[in-house]
């Protein structure tokens, strides 16, 4: 027997015209993000400063994700007094992949920004987290390592210490200051942004007409074609 209901085509809803925008908002925070990375590369991430009488305005060091700086050579004489390695043995694997680590990130947060599915796009700040949090690890890693495998021949002996990787500390002698630099508040301000990016991403899923068929990945690409926009 002949089937005689009439069969309509379901139409999907039209996104409104506000979508597009948004959309592009997203790119347009990540992008900002990512340029901020870059810029961050190029800066000190921390910087440190040793008060003595013999240095009444201090010796200052800065630390960069390619190298240091400052009166590194100073420094390294009066560490030999006390037994403790040169600056330049810290973090030498570190300094040759971070722009490797830069560009991963970079690569990531676009990726993820166009092309993740709707659970999967809340993960778009992760990124930008985990650099600097393993920066912060890498850095006390080496503070206390270096602070505490001090030659026992050494002219001057001191106990094992760890320097302070925030605000003021004491080595013998030496008052010691250490604070966060321009490339550390970049990266910070490049994770405020990728999670202004996150949020604005979740409204823009939440509206979407495809959302029904969102998996892993977006199936229009975030700015690619989407069902007309309603006026």
């Known amino acids: 027997m002949a089937d005689s209901h009439v069969h309509l ?18 790119v347009l925070l990540a992008g900002a993000a990512i340029g901020l990375y870059v810029l961050a590369f190029f800066q000190p991430w921390w ?41 330049a043995e810290a973090a030498k694997h ?13 690569v990531l947060v676009i990726g993820i920004a166009l092309l993740a ?15 600097p949090a393993v920066f912060l690890g890498d850095a006390f890693y080496y503070l206390y390592t270096f602070g505490h495998r ?45 999670v202004a990016a996150t949020l604005v991403r979740r409204k823009v899923c939440a509206d979407c007409p495809q959302q029904g068929n969102c998996g892993a990945v977006c199936p229009s690409a975030l700015v690619g074609p989407h069902p007309k926009e309603a006026v």
């Open 47 to 87: 910087s440190f400063t040793l008060y003595a009488p013999q240095y009444p305005h201090g010796l200052k060091l800065s630390i960069s994700l390619t190298g240091m700086g400052g009166d590194v050579r100073e420094i390294d004489m009066l560490n030999h007094y006390i037994g403790m390695g040169h600056l």
């Open 150 to 194: 001090l030659d026992p021949h050494a002219p001057i002996h001191l106990p094992p210490f760890t320097p302070e990787l925030f605000g003021n500390g004491q080595i013998g002698q030496f008052m010691t200051f250490a604070t966060p630099s321009a490339g550390f508040w970049m990266a910070c301000g490049s994770l405020v942004l990728l």
């Open 94 to 106: 570190e300094r040759e992949l971070a722009g490797y680590g830069v560009g991963l990130i970079s």
């Open 9 to 26: 085509s379901v139409i999907k809803p039209a996104a409104p015209s506000w979508h597009r925008g948004l959309r592009w908002l997203v």
């Open 117 to 131: 599915g709707k659970k999967l796009g809340r993960a778009l700040f992760v990124p930008a987290v985990l650099f």
